[in-house]
C-alpha cells in the first residue's frame, strides 16, 4: 500500500510563474495527461482536491483494453506491482436468471492503489502535484488560461498556455461571459453511483469473475481486489436512495436476484456519486480540454470506464503536445473542433453502446429475453463484449510525440 502522497510543490510557488500546463484532476484521465506531457518535457502543474491515496467511487475494473493503453505507456507493471486480481468473466444475475460470458483478460485494483500509483508516475516523470487544492478554470487572456487555486487556507492564481480539465463528473470551465457550466446536463434518467469495499467472506465469487445483480432499481456489481476483499459498485435510482439510503437500496438488488447481502453490507462506508450519465454541450474551450469523466459519463459495466480515460487522456495528450511545441503562440478554435470531433468519433460512440446496454436493463422483459438469447447463443454475448471492450481507434491509443518531434 502506498504511503500518503505529498505535495511537491507550495500552493504560492505554483502561482509565481506560467506553466506549459496545468492538470485539474488527478484520477486516471488526469493522471496519465500529465505523465505524457511531463515525459515529453513540458512543466505540469497536476492538481487535485483529495489527499492521496484515497478511496473513489468505482468497481474497481481493469479492462482488457485499457491495460492494453497502459502497456503501450509503460505503465501496465503498476498492475502487477500492486497485485491487481484477475477479471475474465462476467456473471449477470437477475431474479431467477444466470448467464456467465466470457471476458477478454482484465484484471481488478482498487483505486485507492491504482490512482495513487498513476499519480507517482507523473511526480516521477516530472510533473509538480499539488493536493487538497481546489481549482477552477477562469478567464483566458492572449497567451495563457488562468486558474483560481483554493489551498493551504488562501486563494492563488495560476496560469497555463493549457488547461487540461479532468475533474470528473460535473467539473465545468468558463468558456466565456454568459456561457458557463458547460458540462451540467445529467441524463434525464441517469442513476446514482455507489460503492463500497467489504470483507465478504460469505459471498461465493470465483476467482476471476465479476458479477452483476439487476434489480427493479438498479444494479450492484461485485468485484475481488487484491487484498481479497470484494468491491461493491453500483448503479441506483435516486428515487429509490433517498427513500432508502446506499446501503439498503444496494441490499433489496442483492434481495430481488436471491443473493444473500454481504453481512457487512449495512455498516459499510459508503461512496455516493452525482448522476452517472452526462451528456455536455462542450469539452473545448479557449486553450482548455476536458478529459475523461469531465468530458461526459455513462454507466460503465467491467473497467471500460478506465478505458475511456486513458484513452482520451492520451489523444488529448497527443493534441497538446503539438500545440505546446510551438512557442507563444495563438490559441485556434479549430483546435477545439478536432478535439471535439475525436472525443465523439472514438469514446463517446462506445459510451453510447453502453447507455444502449444500461437502457436495456431498465426493462424486465428486455432484460429477461437478452439473456436468454446470450444463453442460447454465447456467440452473440461475446460480440456484444467485443461492442464494449474492442481495443480503441490509433487516434486514442497512439503516444504523445517527444518534444521539438515534427
Not at 426493462?363 to 446470450?374: A, D, E, V
Request: proline share 6%.
Amino acid at each position: 500500500m502506498p504511503g500518503a502522497l505529498h505535495c511537491t510543490i507550495a500552493a504560492g510557488d505554483a502561482a509565481r510563474s506560467p506553466w506549459d500546463a496545468i492538470v485539474i484532476g488527478a484520477g486516471p484521465a488526469g493522471s496519465v495527461a500529465a505523465i505524457l506531457l511531463a515525459r515529453a518535457g513540458f512543466e505540469v502543474l497536476l492538481v487535485d482536491r483529495a489527499v492521496f491515496p484515497r478511496e473513489k467511487t468505482c468497481g474497481c475494473c481493469v479492462a482488457a483494453s485499457a491495460i492494453a493503453a497502459l502497456a503501450r505507456l509503460d505503465l501496465a507493471h503498476l498492475l502487477d506491482h500492486h497485485g491487481a486480481a484477475p477479471m475474465d468473466r462476467f456473471d449477470l444475475r437477475s431474479a431467477g436468471q444466470a448467464l456467465e460470458v466470457p471476458l477478454p483478460p482484465g484484471r481488478v485494483l482498487s483505486r485507492r492503489r491504482f490512482d495513487a500509483a498513476l499519480v507517482e508516475e507523473a511526480i516521477l516523470a516530472g510533473a509538480a502535484f499539488l493536493p487538497r487544492c481546489l481549482a477552477s478554470v477562469t478567464a483566458p487572456d492572449d497567451l495563457y488560461r488562468h486558474v483560481r487555486l483554493k489551498a493551504e487556507g488562501s486563494n492563488f492564481h495560476a496560469k497555463a498556455r493549457l488547461v487540461i480539465a479532468a475533474g470528473g463528473l460535473g467539473f465545468s470551465f468558463d468558456s466565456g461571459p454568459g456561457r458557463a457550466r458547460p458540462l451540467d446536463r445529467p441524463w434525464r434518467r441517469s442513476r446514482l453511483g455507489a460503492a463500497t469495499i467489504v470483507a465478504g467472506t460469505e459471498i461465493d465469487l470465483p476467482a476471476g469473475a465479476v458479477r452483476m445483480m439487476v434489480g427493479a432499481h438498479g444494479y450492484v456489481g461485485l468485484a475481488r481486489i487484491e487484498d481479497g476483499r470484494i468491491a461493491v459498485a453500483g448503479a441506483l435510482d435516486p428515487p429509490r436512495v433517498r427513500t432508502l439510503g446506499l446501503g439498503a437500496a444496494a441490499a433489496e438488488v442483492f434481495e430481488e436476484c436471491a443473493q444473500a447481502p454481504p453481512a457487512d453490507l449495512a455498516s459499510a462506508r459508503w461512496l455516493g456519486a452525482p448522476e452517472l450519465t452526462r451528456r455536455p454541450q462542450r469539452i473545448a474551450g479557449q486553450r482548455v480540454l476536458a478529459i475523461g469523466d469531465a468530458a461526459g459519463f455513462v454507466e460503465p459495466f467491467t473497467g471500460e470506464g478506465i478505458a475511456w480515460a486513458v484513452g482520451s487522456a492520451r489523444a488529448a495528450a497527443a493534441l497538446a503536445v503539438d500545440f505546446l511545441k510551438r512557442d507563444a503562440v495563438p490559441w485556434c478554435t479549430a483546435m477545439e473542433t478536432q478535439w471535439t470531433r475525436s472525443h465523439a468519433a472514438f469514446i463517446a460512440a462506445r459510451q453510447r453502446r453502453c447507455r444502449v446496454i444500461a437502457e436495456a436493463l431498465r426493462h424486465g422483459l428486455l432484460q429477461s429475453g437478452c439473456m436468454r438469447l446470450g444463453r442460447a447463443w454465447p456467440q452473440l454475448s461475446r460480440f456484444v463484449v467485443n461492442l464494449v471492450h474492442g481495443p480503441t481507434s490509433v487516434i486514442m491509443s497512439g503516444a504523445a510525440p517527444a518534444r521539438g518531434s515534427a
